[in-house]
């Protein structure tokens, strides 16, 4: 009953909260490595610039693979797509979690790379399934939804390594064992509940091309009217974010002299705060402006985040610095992808949005290791220089108001 009384309240399809269950569970299957896969890349004995290639070992493969799985899911339907690229977390995280050498902990993250295209999928069902009017409050739901899984992860990661070890695995291994059984589970789901959203009509011969794995398609696509702006709009976002993530960790433990237990309070921190503004301030925000102007904001607010936490680097000060991040950085992706949802077609909606989902992957790539160089002159250089290139990203997003689509007051008038 209350969760009939949940979907009539936000007046969205039974299959959208389907979908958006499976894209949590598959967030906390993500997400529960993240706190361990630094320590974990230790016993391995890699050094720092080792354990961040790590993270792109994971994201440039998924920068090649998201956009095919996007278009195979146009051409054969979403749900056969979606349970390969679940099954592909699966696989990669039982790899890692028993693997006795380093180079099997790479392959896994490559795996899981190539086969990740599951967020920019159900993001397609999302588009599939929901009318003009819903779309933004349904992407910023999904995304709120997406985003606990923030919080849920770190936390079920802890428990996970008290949990008595199996055979070879150690504790930090068991968090991959648990973040497998998770994936599994959501593709249990989409297997036996979600049904095939994508119309007969819009399905097309299977046939792969290579022009589908090709990188001049993806590149080619930045300059694509109008979308290409949006697909670069990604790619400054998430570079200078990625920057600023990979030097989160090292600021905390060596500048403020905390330890892990205020690193895992952070995450929850963020992702709880993260999780309340989608869902209960994206909305009222969306009705009176245009979504540009919301982006802009919120990429801009946390550029000037960005450049607060290492001028004032105390613990107090961190974390209401923090609880501002944490709501702001909850807008920009779930905006943008609303924003090209609105102004393509059905037929393509996974091609675009899986290759929004690239750039997103590429700029998860080469962020880690560029923030790995500047923290070697020192703790704060990161912060600095990714505070000024968000602002200048929000300036960027400002200039492009006049050429897209959007709902909103601010698109109506």
Same mark, same amino acid.
């Given at each position: ?36 896969? *630094?320590? *974990? ?12 290639? @790590?993270?792109?070992? *994971?994201?440039?493969? /998924?920068?090649? &693979?998201?956009? !095919? ?6 051409? @054969? ?20 979690? !028993? ?17 990740? &295209? ?30 606990? &899984? ?7 990661? *802890? ?53 589908? =794995? ?5 590149? /080619? ?13 990604? =790619? ?18 060596? !500048? ?21 503004? /989608? ?51 909850? =807008? ?71 050429? =897209? ?9």
């Amino acid at each position: 009953m209350k969760f009939r009384n949940l979907r009539e309240q936000f007046n969205l399809p039974l299959k959208f909260w389907i979908v958006t269950l499976i894209a949590f569970i598959n967030s906390v299957s993500f997400t529960i490595i993240i706190p361990l896969l *630094y320590p *974990y890349a230790k016993q391995f004995g890699l050094n720092d610039f080792q354990a961040s290639l @790590l993270t792109t070992a *994971y994201a440039l493969p /998924q920068f090649i &693979g998201t956009p !095919v799985l996007g278009r195979l899911s146009d051409r @054969l339907g979403r749900k056969p797509l979606l349970v390969v690229s679940l099954f592909g977390t699966v696989l990669s995280g039982v790899v890692a979690a !028993v693997t006795p050498v380093a180079w099997l902990l790479y392959v896994a993250r490559m795996v899981d790379g190539f086969t990740g &295209g599951n967020t920019s999928i159900a993001s397609a069902v999302v588009s599939d399934i929901t009318t003009v009017e819903q779309r933004a409050r349904a992407f910023g739901i999904f995304g709120a939804v997406f985003r606990l &899984g923030f919080v849920a992860g770190p936390a079920l990661s *802890y428990v996970a390594q008290q949990l008595p070890t199996v055979g070879s695995v150690t504790s930090l291994g068991m968090s991959f064992l648990v973040g497998a059984v998770i994936a599994m589970f959501a593709t249990i789901l989409t297997i036996f509940f979600l049904p095939e959203t994508l119309p007969p009509s819009e399905k097309h011969q299977f046939r792969l091309s290579l022009n589908d =794995f090709g990188f001049i398609r993806i590149f /080619q696509s930045a300059v694509r009217p109008k979308l290409g702006n949006l697909f670069v709009l990604t =790619f400054l976002s998430g570079s200078s974010f990625t920057i600023f993530t990979f030097a989160f960790q090292p600021f905390v433990l060596e !500048v403020l002299n905390q330890d892990a237990k205020t690193l895992a309070i952070t995450f929850a921190v963020v992702g709880m705060v993260g999780f309340i503004s /989608q869902v209960f301030a994206l909305e009222p925000l969306r009705k009176k402006f245009n979504l540009i102007d919301i982006l802009s904001l919120s990429l801009f607010a946390r550029g000037i985040t960005f450049l607060l936490i290492p001028t004032f680097p105390y613990l107090t000060a961190f974390f209401i610095i923090i609880v501002i991040f944490g709501f702001v950085n909850s =807008f920009p992706m779930p905006l943008i992808d609303s924003i090209l949802s609105l102004n393509s077609t059905q037929r393509e909606q996974g091609e675009v949005l899986g290759i929004n989902a690239s750039y997103l992957s590429i700029s998860n790539a080469i962020g880690p290791p560029i923030s790995g160089l500047l923290v070697s002159f020192g703790y704060k250089i990161p912060f600095w220089i990714t505070g000024v290139l968000t602002v200048l990203t929000a300036c960027f997003a400002f200039t492009l108001k006049s050429n =897209f689509k959007c709902e909103g007051k601010g698109s109506r008038e």
